[in-house]
């Protein structure tokens, strides 16, 4: 079976700059396009970023586009999301997710398997 297990949350100011990371065990990492969500509390969870299978295809929520860079390596069955500048509306519990393609990637409903999250808190 499939886990993922995020880390590098934490306590950050606003304008900080923070990494996720979120490991896959069980199965063939490169069967999956990884993605991030994030649910922030009082709110629907919302997608936030997607990496395809060899990472040549990424796309990214407008609320985060050119502060956050999703990437992977295969050789270490990671994903990472980088977040530079963040704001206190970017505080969320992040959740990881796998599925098995790009298309519609934005919603969860063909999401296979997610993460625990971790959660991200920033102060202004």
């Known amino acids: 079976q499939v886990q993922l297990v995020e880390s590098g949350g934490g306590l950050v100011q606003a304008g900080a700059s923070l990494t996720l990371s979120c490991a896959l065990s069980?199965?063939?990492?490169?069967?999956?396009?990884m993605t991030w969500f994030r649910q922030a509390p009082g709110k629907e969870r919302e997608f936030v970023a997607a990496?395809?299978?060899?990472?040549?295809?990424?796309r990214y929520a407008e609320s985060v586009k050119g502060r956050c860079t999703i990437s992977r390596d295969n050789a270490k069955k990671t994903v990472y999301l980088q977040m530079a500048s963040l704001k206190p509306e970017d505080t969320a519990v992040y959740y990881c997710a796998a599925r098995y393609s790009m298309m519609d990637v934005t919603t969860m409903s063909r999401v296979a398997y997610w993460g625990q999250g971790t959660q991200v808190t920033v102060s202004s």
């Open positions: 069980g199965r063939t990492f490169t069967t999956y396009t």
């Open positions: 990496v395809n299978w060899s990472g040549s295809d990424t």
